[in-house]
């Protein structure tokens, strides 16, 4: 896969009105900002906070499934992209392949002097689209 920069993902999302931005920083990453777009935070992995140990996210598959459809033109990015490589991964193994990667993640589109966003909103907010996946699944 390669990599799109900051400059080539704001011009796929000007011609591709149904493009999405799938963030999969931590909750606390992206609530201090990720890049202004159609956008939502589906984290691959959680840092837990008092020994900074790292645990997969067992429900992403859960909630991607739910909130997102095979055929949906994905962005994928997390900080520097380490996280956003294993969530690609995970992605096409699972059925998606319209997928782009951010090049330098979130990082690399600050960097650019591109607009970010602070918008933590139901529909794009983890905890929202977590609850509403398992609403879902009952």
């Known amino acids: 896969?390669?990599?799109?920069?900051?400059?080539e993902a704001a011009s796929f999302f000007e011609s591709n009105a149904n493009a999405l931005y799938l963030d999969v920083r931590t909750v606390a990453e992206f609530a201090l900002g990720h890049p202004k777009l159609r956008c939502m935070n589906i984290p691959v992995i959680f840092r837990y906070p008092a020994n900074e140990e790292i645990l997969?996210?067992?429900?992403f598959l859960l909630v991607v499934g739910h909130s997102l459809t095979e055929a949906d033109a994905l962005v994928v990015g997390s900080e520097r992209n380490v996280r956003a490589h294993k969530a690609c991964e995970i992605l096409k193994s699972s059925g998606f392949s319209n997928i782009q990667l951010l090049k330098d993640g979130h990082l690399g589109w600050v960097t650019a002097g591109m607009p970010t966003s602070g918008d933590n909103r139901d529909g794009v907010s983890y905890?929202?689209?977590?609850t509403g996946a398992r609403r879902a699944k009952k």
Do not use: G, K, Y
Not at 1 to 7: E, N
Not at 127 to 130: E, H, P, R, V, Y
């Open 127 to 130: 905890a929202t689209l977590l």
């Open 56 to 59: 997969d996210n067992e429900a």
């Open 1 to 7: 896969m390669q990599p799109i920069s900051a400059f």
